[in-house]
């Protein structure tokens, strides 16, 4: 009887303090914001571009308004109050944003005029300060540190797991996201990729399970061909020769080009760095696809010779030299100098 009421009373303190958070109405505002506040208080989502209202706040509304409104019992105006905030480059952006990521209502986001979801009030503060590049290296790592230790339920945690470093202080929840299946399997493959970057013995037979299990999901291979870049252990080897001999071998032609899966599925196979690779490898450079004339190289011939570089051996040196006959100096001094390697989403941003 005792733990009941233990509980009652922590759940009317608990309700209490999170409506003593948000306690402001839009009568605790000055009367010349009202009509805009409440006339963005009554939409059913976070606009896509600007409106009268937001822009009326967002010229009017004094720096320790837009902070009381960051309290208010609206979501979507508190949303509002803190883009507003990054906008003008207030300094208290970052300290405000530390102390609001537990704002877990959900409000829904039009990022275009045709594709929207629902996101958390506290996710959709971290992408305003982080797209607005307004967070310096040491406040990333310490918001990293931050949501993956005391928020990790939030979207933007899936992004950073992908783009940090191993570290054994994440390692345990990164092994359990791999782990866990998702309705999207970009969330799993993304704690995949980052389970990937420890490279031990212990999670092979996961990260293999879950590897073929998505290799026929034409949305998955991408970050699955990423992961064994990452860790080419010999057992994600058949997967990959399995994936060639369905989709690769006997398909390329002059008349279709081919997209980046082929890219990151060559740098894949060139991180095994054995003759199987280099066999492979030389197939798919020597089967020309979509010669778009006068364009040369065909995406082929550069998909391999990316691959072979950012993943050089000894093994691969006449070979290298075999294609690099193929390109302009311009093109090759590009290459061998770090550019253009890397595709532009795989710098981290974390």
Known sequence: MKTV???IIFSIFFTSCKEEKYKYDISDFRTELRPSLKSLSKEKSLPSQDTIARNFIEKNATKEELIKLMDSKSPLLRVIAYRTI???????????????????????????????????VSDLMIRKAHDKNGLSPIQKKYLVEKVLREHPYLETSIWMIQDISPNEKYYNLIKKRAGLKRDRCGEQLSACFALSKFKKKEDVNLLYEVFNQNIKNQYCTTLIFRSIEKYPNEKFFPILEDYFNRKIKGKLSTEENIFDDVLYFSRAIASYKNENALSILKYIEQNNTYINKPYWPPSNKEYVYKALLINYDTIYNDFI???????????????????DLLKYNEKPNW
């Open 5 to 7: 009421y233990q509980i």
């Open 321 to 339: 030299k075999q294609i690099a006959k193929e390109f302009k100096k311009e093109d090759l001094s590009k290459f061998r100098f770090g550019q």
């Open 86 to 120: 990054v906008n003008r480059q207030e300094p208290e952006y970052f300290d405000l944003l530390t102390k609001h990521l537990s704002d877990t209502v959900k409000v829904t986001w039009w990022y275009y005029e045709d594709a929207g979801n629902n996101f958390y």
